[in-house]
């Protein structure tokens, strides 16, 4: 789930005019909690961008509407797997990377 994200990143992040583009993968786990952050120091996103990104991500009843389902695609699918304990979310760090972060419950215990 962690690929769409990272195509993503290559599709709509990567600056190609600055030569320190970076994408960090992080996960860990704390007791049966599970966090995924994808951080990208590409194209920033403004504030405008972020809150409607997130809310079309989470309208299922706007999948064949749209031309680009990546990330409402893994939110779906994850969502679907891990019920209410999955979240996800896009946000700009106070470097000015853009992270998704994701957060469940880890099932098998």
């Known amino acids: 789930?962690?690929?769409p994200i990272v195509e993503n990143y290559f599709v709509h992040g990567v600056d190609f005019t600055r030569n320190n583009n970076a994408l960090s993968i992080k996960v860990h786990?704390?007791?049966?909690?599970?966090?995924i952050e994808v951080i990208n120091n590409g194209h920033l996103l403004t504030e405008e961008q972020v809150v409607q990104i997130?809310?079309?991500m989470r309208d299922a009843n706007n999948v064949e509407k749209r031309s680009s389902i990546g990330l409402q695609n893994v939110y779906l699918r994850?969502?679907?797997?891990?019920?209410?304990?999955?979240?996800m979310a896009i946000s700009v760090t106070e470097a000015d990377c853009v992270k998704v972060t994701m957060h469940f419950t880890n099932v098998e215990g």
């Open 54 to 56: 997130n809310q079309k």
């Open 29 to 35: 786990q704390v007791a049966q909690q599970i966090t």
């Open 78 to 87: 994850m969502k679907a797997y891990f019920g209410e304990s999955f979240d």
């Open 1 to 3: 789930m962690i690929q």
